[in-house]
């Protein structure tokens, strides 16, 4: 039995693993009313697309599924980062991006939709399609008992509203895709952070009741949609929730992790007054960075999502949860 200080540890760790997890997932969408756009394929290919984002984890995965039938993409990064095939890499922050020379046939934003939302109203570019990464956070803590949280969830509707205005504006196709809890390359900052928590304290402790639905989508099958809407050869306007193909519990989500992941590392079930009694400690302790009581109580709660509307416009189907020892490298 481990000893009550290594349980107040690994709890701390835990609930800052859970709050980034909630800070980044879950929503659900109904697609806006756009014109649809139509471009060819053949056309688009003339001209390159511009794309944020692409040294994420989302961004590594969407650069190994390019293929030579695709555009040149143009990347933007704050760092200096290592030649690719068919990019080609602009250095700067994306608030002081400036508008590149060349013809678009396309912008895709793999990273934070604020961000992206308010460089776009200031930018004078206006191609045939507009691909971006949205939050089911915007649904899914928009009744959230943390005020900062349902904060977030409006400012991501905010920002969602912000980019179809200025989209429909200029006659552009917006595709926005709403991931559930990506996982897959070890890049990730949900179930790879419980999972090197595990390695390390060889234990997770959990509350009995964490049973709430879960959708995890392999960070491939986003990349894949991503490039779906890019090559077809009609615009595929709207916004999509994109769940993974399995919905399961939350403590078995984590469960095949460890086994993956974390051998031999115990799965420890606490009853909800002793978890909630050393959540509270830590949090007097400020312990527990950004998880609050909305973190806690979605534990048990179900956050499930249509995949059809996706599923029928992309044409994707993604796996189940099954993940491989590449998704959390050591």
């Given amino acids: 039995m481990a000893s009550s200080a290594s349980s107040i540890a690994v709890l701390a760790e835990l609930a800052g693993s859970l709050a980034h997890q909630f800070q980044t997932s879950e929503l659900m969408g109904a697609a806006f009313g756009y ?4 471009t060819s394929k053949s056309d688009a290919a003339k001209n390159a697309w511009l794309v944020f984002g692409l040294s994420g984890p989302l961004g590594q995965a969407f650069t190994l599924a390019m293929d030579d039938a695709d555009p040149h993409v143009i990347g933007v990064s704050r760092a200096v980062r290592p030649a690719l095939p068919g990019v080609s890499w602009r250095q700067g922050s994306l ?21 992206f939302a308010r460089w776009f109203e200031r930018s004078a570019l206006a191609p045939a399609r507009i691909v971006a990464i949205g939050s089911t956070s915007v649904h ?20 969602e509203r912000a980019l179809a205005a200025a989209a429909d504006a200029r006659g552009c196709a917006l595709t926005l895709l709403r991931p559930t809890l990506m996982y897959g390359n070890g890049r990730d900052r949900t179930l790879s952070r419980l999972v090197a928590l595990a390695r390390r304290w060889r234990l997770l402790p959990l509350p009995v009741r964490a049973g709430g639905l879960r959708q995890p989508v392999h960070v491939e099958d986003v990349a894949a949609a991503v490039l779906a809407a890019l090559r077809a050869d009609a615009a595929r306007p709207g916004i999509f929730d994109l769940p993974g193909g399995e919905t399961l519990p939350f ?21 909800g007054p002793v978890f909630r009694a050393g959540v509270g400690l830590l949090r007097a302790l400020g312990r ?15 956050l499930v999502y249509d995949p059809a509307p996706a599923r029928t416009a992309l044409g994707q189907a993604p796996r189940g949860f099954a993940p491989s020892d590449t998704a959390f490298p050591p």
Wanted: hydrophobic share 45%; aromatic share 2%; no cysteine.
């Fill in 35 to 38: 014109a649809s756009i139509m």
């Fill in 95 to 115: 608030a002081e991006f400036i508008d590149p020379a060349e013809p678009l046939a396309a912008i895709a934003s793999l990273g934070p939709l604020d961000d």
């Fill in 140 to 159: 899914g803590k928009k009744a959230s008992p943390d005020p900062a949280e349902r904060a977030l969830a409006r400012a991501l509707g905010d920002a």
């Fill in 251 to 271: 403590d078995e989500m984590v469960r095949r992790s460890l086994a993956v992941g974390a051998p031999g590392a115990r799965l420890i079930r606490l009853p």
């Fill in 288 to 302: 527990l960075g950004g998880a609050g009581s909305g973190v806690m109580a979605r534990l048990d709660q179900d």
